[in-house]
């Protein structure tokens, strides 16, 4: 018995290992459960780091004061649209590279990406621009008051000037990936990661030689960790190590290629910017109430998403499963690891739920100190962690169908339940009907709850295996 239990924790360890070495899989055969490990290890990893990023900043911003966190989490909810268009292309860019690798075609692998990479340059650099003249004009407009304009226009000047980093850092990732090449992804974010939680705190404080530069500071230091992680990516890009392997001819326009990436990442934009956008009018609701109110939900919100980001980096091995699958003709290979991924993720959801039930006070308290502000952030993690398990298996479903190809689906999905249901609910339950914050926080469970429901039925259909990438 106790060299059977020996071997068991053995080969768990020799998993660990393995899915951090990068070595390239075939993830069309063999073992489903191995393959949603080894993918799953790195990809969890990966997105409890990106996670960390915003845990990070709101820990050292709110040291500072409420003005400062509402000022995150104001800049932090237009940003969403940012990424929104980074997950959108990197969807693109999973979606294709996975379905080429799946047909044992590396360089057309790598050239797809590239050219994903290409039209991500053209639609940052606009962003970029309005970000950085108006930044002033974004925050007014998402109801901060003229301090918080004052103090924090420069956070978010800085913040959109780097975009680029964002959305480098998403994209390369995807790629990374859709080749099966998870561990690269994580490292990435290791990486810009390590430095920004060294010069959040060097930065904002002006500790040793560095100047005291508050919340400049941080906007900062965000911005340049994000980027040491994108001069990662792109030094093993250009190696020899990476399944994908660029060179400089890749970076031509190929405009068939730009096209079908174009038509998976507009809708697969939609589909996110639906969602965030959605995240924007909820903060906005949030905004009518004081600031203690909008500080404990950022707080919240930053809780709840540290936990939701390695869900999602489960779920996205169901993503590259899928892709990778279909594209060696497997079906029904690709729906078993989608069923097989979502009973992972149900499983760690719930327990996330009981932890926060258990140490939401500890968690808040970690975060701010403000009496008012823990108050709510409380309330927000107890009300929403009770739809737990449907987020889990609802993110799986999602990504099952991005990996496909199939943007449209999740779009029209999150446009309704977002949109026609989210919205209106949070809206009459926080206002008109007086239920104050708490009714922001009942409409995200049961509209959450809604989507993995109307998903699930429309993934059984299966029309997602006849799509063509």
């Given at each position: 018995m106790i060299s059977y239990t020996l071997q068991k924790v053995k080969n768990i360890f020799s998993f660990f290992r393995q899915s951090l070495a990068g070595d390239h899989q075939d993830f069309t055969k063999g073992s489903i459960r191995k393959a949603v490990i080894l993918l799953a290890i790195p990809m969890i990893l990966e997105m409890m780091m990106e996670s960390v990023f915003a845990v990070v900043d709101i820990f050292f911003v709110g040291r500072i004061s409420n003005e400062a966190v509402a000022t995150v989490a104001l800049t932090e909810s237009v940003l969403t649209l940012v990424y929104s268009i980074a997950i959108g292309l990197s969807m693109a860019a999973t979606a294709i590279v996975a379905r080429r690798i799946g047909e044992k075609n590396n360089e057309a692998a790598a050239r797809s990406g590239m050219q994903a990479v290409i039209l991500s340059l053209f639609i940052t650099a606009l962003i970029s621009i309005v970000g950085f003249f108006f930044a002033g004009d974004i925050l007014g407009l998402m109801g901060a008051s003229e301090k918080i304009v004052f103090d924090g226009a420069i956070y978010t000047r800085i913040i959109f000037g780097g975009s680029i980093a964002i959305m480098l850092l998403f994209l390369i990732n995807g790629i990374f990936r859709g080749a099966g090449d998870a561990a690269l992804a994580m490292k990435s974010l290791w990486i810009a990661n390590i430095c920004n939680i060294i010069l959040c705190p060097v930065l904002i404080n002006g500790w040793g030689p560095f100047p005291h530069l508050g919340l400049m500071g941080a906007a900062i230091a965000t911005t340049t960790g994000r980027s040491v992680g994108v001069l990662y990516q792109?030094?093993?890009?250009?190696?020899?190590?990476?399944?994908?392997?660029?060179?400089?001819?890749?970076?031509?326009?190929?405009?068939?290629?730009?096209?079908?990436?174009?038509?998976?990442?507009?809708?697969?934009t939609t589909q996110f910017l639906i969602g965030s956008a959605s995240w924007i009018v909820l903060a906005r609701i949030m905004a009518e109430f004081h600031a203690a109110a909008l500080a404990g939900y950022q707080v919240a919100i930053r809780i709840i998403m540290f936990f939701l980001l390695p869900a999602w980096g489960l779920s996205n091995a169901a993503a590259t499963l899928v892709g990778q699958n279909l594209g060696a003709m497997q079906p029904q290979r690709a729906e078993q690891s989608v069923w097989k991924v979502a009973k992972y993720n149900a499983v760690f959801m719930v327990l996330v739920?009981?932890?926060?039930?258990?140490?939401?006070?500890?968690?808040?308290?970690?975060?701010?100190?403000?009496?008012?502000?823990?108050?709510?952030?409380?309330?927000?993690?107890?009300?929403?962690s009770l739809g737990y398990i449907f987020y889990g298996v609802g993110m799986v479903m999602m990504n099952a169908f991005n990996g496909a190809g199939d943007t449209r689906t999740p779009t029209v999905v999150n446009l309704f339940c977002f949109w026609a249901f989210q919205i209106p609910l949070a809206y009459l339950l926080a206002l008109h009907w007086n239920f104050g914050p708490e009714g922001v926080f009942i409409a995200i469970v049961v509209s959450e709850s809604l989507i993995t429901v109307v998903s699930v039925i429309l993934f059984r259909g299966g029309k997602w295996k006849k799509v063509k990438v």
């Open positions: 792109l030094f093993r890009l250009f190696g020899n190590k990476s399944v994908i392997r660029i060179k400089l001819n890749y970076f031509i326009p190929d405009w068939k290629i730009i096209k079908s990436v174009w038509n998976i990442a507009w809708t697969g739920s009981i932890f926060f039930f258990l140490f939401s006070q500890p968690l808040v308290d970690f975060m701010n100190k403000d009496a008012g502000a823990r108050q709510y952030a409380i309330q927000a993690l107890h009300i929403v």
